[in-house]
């Protein structure tokens, strides 16, 4: 695509579709817009045209929440529409809502749950229980999501056959289940070329589903319909209790239990599970569940669990995303060795849709200082089978930091070169996933000057990117750059430059609708103990907004806790007349602040001992909040090797919880997999960084 320049784009008026027009020279060209890829050549005269260089792609939707359509569907207060109505279901203690003939259009823009993001996930699960005995006069709709022309993805009913419908083709599955008048659970998961229906968690089939994969199926302008659907005649006439989508395409597996035998044998005490703490969440209390309803589903919104009926009691389940609210952190445990190209000084973790998760290291040596050195690489790795593989080897040059960005359906992967030559300055590089090959590949370079730290941020539908310069030639004064990206040349173009000393990490964040970047000044060339600063952001430049003294600076953390604002600085060296004899240098307070909302200014809330600390890196578990700082010299004496995490508890704040006698480590970050959660951090001192896995208490 980078030798096309996108100028002409046909019919705006309409949501973006399969094709738009590119014009290369004097031809013009479809472009496939899901894949970049030229699929014919078109005549001129073919079309009206309309003249706009901008093609707005939105972004997947990647950390969409378990949701109930039902419930986004119905008004909160005030009426229900029209043929609808709340009943009561006597024989299985269900409340549900009763659709009947003549049922009013119950609908809601999908923007309304799309709201960050413009594509329908590419995995996920769609849940529903219904109640329904009646013979089917016509096709009846359970769900239909759709804009103008086109379905995106459907569910509906026949006396014969449950149809879904992905991208406007139709899978058909026999109706075996709603014939007899009572509760069943129906649960659809699509993943690859895979769609499949579980009945009551008893029965799973599995059927091809016909898709480019990823499909980056556009649902931001489209009307999500329940029950009514497109026209009175295919309305539902039955009880619905809940309509449940899933990120993920594993709910039906985590949420039913196994297997149980069918000839077991049942009497009046009822099997209690340890396990079985999900009435005394607070939210709406559970109905029973009976014998008659084995294996039905229901999901509680307060609690963000799947819960399932198993002889004739509520299990809770926990899911992805929504799980563990009441899990803790207990202890990690060794997990992975992974073998690096050279010390690893950074670790950033992202997924593409279709491939997975991978992580990537910034890596440095292995280059002595001569004239002929080779260009170091540093490693991108796959999560499969539970580890992470090797999968591609980028060349960098003393790479310091990673980000990854999406920008439309394009996905993007920057390295913060600190390069070995100050005086000259040094290519720091933006790689571009190539999806047809799978790999990455090199898409611009940007001079930079000693970088350490590259940040990526959006803005409605610009995108942006800020390095940190850290030193030119011989000083530490050098601008650090904003770029923006130039939509017509798909390249970063320079924004506004601000002049920086040592810096050294940038993090950007917003409060409410104020944007910040926060840069970590590491030193001055005679000391440690310099300002750091925060900008906001005014129009389309960023200004001061405040300054804070810190030591040897080199990153910032921001995270939210309730309704509280924090940013904590990892204070890395003493260094200077404030420590003229050099004792301990890595020795250093590092701050938290928590912002002052009325007075408008981050203050100074609590101040932690660290060890040569470079990162902070806030998780959560269940509600808990943690922090984690990495310790990455261990000073001199052996007796710091701790990697420290300290939790989140109200009035006493932040307190340790936890020490742990690893590696040197100089970045953390945190994962998780279905249940299991993992953290990764990279050594900066040598070729080992690890995975260690959570056990939860
Ligand atoms: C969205 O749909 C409405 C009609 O439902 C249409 O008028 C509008 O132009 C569409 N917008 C886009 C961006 O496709
Ligand atoms: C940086 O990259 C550009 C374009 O790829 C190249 O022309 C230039 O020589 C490179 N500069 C350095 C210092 O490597
Ligand atoms: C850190 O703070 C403590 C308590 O305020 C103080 O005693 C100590 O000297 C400080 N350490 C450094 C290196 O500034
Ligand atoms: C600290 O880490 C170093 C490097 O991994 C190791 O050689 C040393 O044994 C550790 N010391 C302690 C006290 O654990
Ligand atoms: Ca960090």
């Given at each position: 695509m980078s030798d096309i320049s996108v100028v002409v784009l046909v019919d705006t008026r309409g949501p973006p579709r399969e094709t738009i027009l590119c014009k290369r020279e004097h031809r013009i060209m479809y472009v496939d817009l899901r894949s970049w890829v030229m699929v014919q050549a078109a005549k001129v005269n073919d079309v009206v045209m309309e003249t706009s260089a901008t093609v707005r792609v939105p972004v997947p939707c990647t950390d969409l929440n378990p949701l109930n359509l039902l419930e986004e569907a119905?008004?909160?207060?005030?009426q229900l529409p029209d043929g609808v109505s709340v009943v009561y279901d006597a024989k299985s203690h269900a409340h549900a809502f009763q659709f009947m003939q003549g049922v009013a259009d119950v609908q809601f823009p999908a923007a309304q749950i799309f709201q960050r993001c413009g594509y329908f996930p590419e995995e996920f699960s769609i849940f529903f229980i219904l109640k329904h005995g009646r013979k089917y006069e016509n096709e009846e709709c359970i769900v239909n999501i759709r804009d103008i022309d086109r379905t995106s993805i459907s569910i509906s009913i026949t006396n014969s056959n449950i149809i879904f419908i992905y991208d406007s083709q139709p899978v058909k599955f026999r109706n075996y289940v709603f014939r007899d008048n009572n509760w069943h659970t129906v649960g659809f998961s699509v993943t690859g070329n895979t769609v499949s229906m579980t009945t009551d968690c008893l029965n799973i089939r599995r059927k091809r589903l016909k898709r480019q994969f990823p499909s980056f199926l556009m649902v931001s302008n489209s009307t999500i319909h329940i029950a009514s659907c497109r026209s009175r005649k295919s309305a539902l006439k039955g009880m619905l209790k809940d309509l449940l989508l899933i990120p993920g395409a594993d709910a039906a597996t985590k949420a039913c239990p196994p297997r149980v035998p069918r000839h077991i044998h049942h009497d009046n005490n009822l099997p209690m599970f340890?396990?079985?703490?999900?009435?005394?969440?607070?939210?709406p209390k559970w109905e029973d569940c009976t014998w008659m309803s084995v294996g039905n589903l229901a999901f509680d919104l307060y609690s963000q669990s799947l819960k399932v009926c198993i002889n004739g009691i509520w299990k809770q389940i926990s899911i992805r995303l929504a799980a563990q609210a009441k899990k803790k952190l207990d202890y990690l445990e060794a997990y992975q060795n992974i073998e690096t190209?050279?010390?690893?000084i950074d670790v950033e973790l992202f997924s593409i849709p279709g491939e997975g998760l991978f992580s990537v290291f910034a890596n440095s040596g292995g280059n002595s200082e001569t004239h002929h050195r080779k260009k170091s690489v540093s490693g991108l790795y796959q999560w499969a089978d539970k580890k992470f593989r090797l999968y591609q080897k980028l060349t960098t040059d003393e790479a310091q930091s990673w980000c990854s960005f999406w920008i439309g359906n394009q996905f993007y992967l920057a390295v913060a070169n600190y390069g070995l030559n100050p005086t000259h300055g040094t290519n720091s590089t933006i790689f571009r996933w190539h999806r047809r090959r799978k790999k990455f590949r090199v898409h611009q370079d940007i001079l930079t000057w000693t970088a350490r730290d590259f940040e990526y941020f959006q803005n409605d539908d610009d995108h942006f990117l800020v390095v940190a310069n850290h030193a030119k030639g011989s000083t530490q004064e050098v601008d650090s750059i904003i770029y923006k990206w130039n939509k017509r040349e798909k390249k970063f173009k320079e924004h506004q430059a601000i002049p920086t000393v040592g810096a050294y990490d940038w993090t950007y964040f917003t409060v409410d609708s104020y944007q910040f970047l926060a840069v970590a000044q590491a030193f001055n060339g005679l000391s440690t103990m310099i300002d750091s600063r925060i900008f906001l952001r005014q129009g389309d430049q960023f200004i001061q907004f405040q300054t804070m003294e810190t030591n040897g600076a080199t990153d910032w953390e921001f995270f939210k806790i309730g309704q509280e604002y924090f940013l904590v600085v990892a204070n890395a060296y003493n260094y200077g007349p404030q420590n003229f004899k050099s004792i301990n240098t890595y020795r250093t307070n590092s701050t938290i602040y928590k912002l002052n909302i009325q007075k408008k200014v981050f203050e100074r809330f609590q101040s932690i001992a660290t060890d040569s600390a470079i990162d902070w890196e806030h998780f959560t578990v269940g509600d808990n909040n943690y922090i984690i700082v990495s310790n990455a010299q261990n000073g001199d004496d052996e007796e710091n090797n701790n990697s420290l995490i300290y939790r989140w508890q109200g009035m006493d704040k932040f307190v340790l919880v936890h020490k742990m006698a690893i590696l040197p480590s100089a970045d953390w970050e945190v994962f998780q997999d279905g249940d299991d959660m993992y953290m990764i951090y990279a050594n900066p001192k040598g070729k080992i960084s690890q995975v260690l896995k959570v056990k939860y208490a």
């Open positions: 119905m008004p909160r207060i005030g340890p396990d079985f703490g999900g009435l005394d969440t607070p939210g190209m050279g010390p690893s």
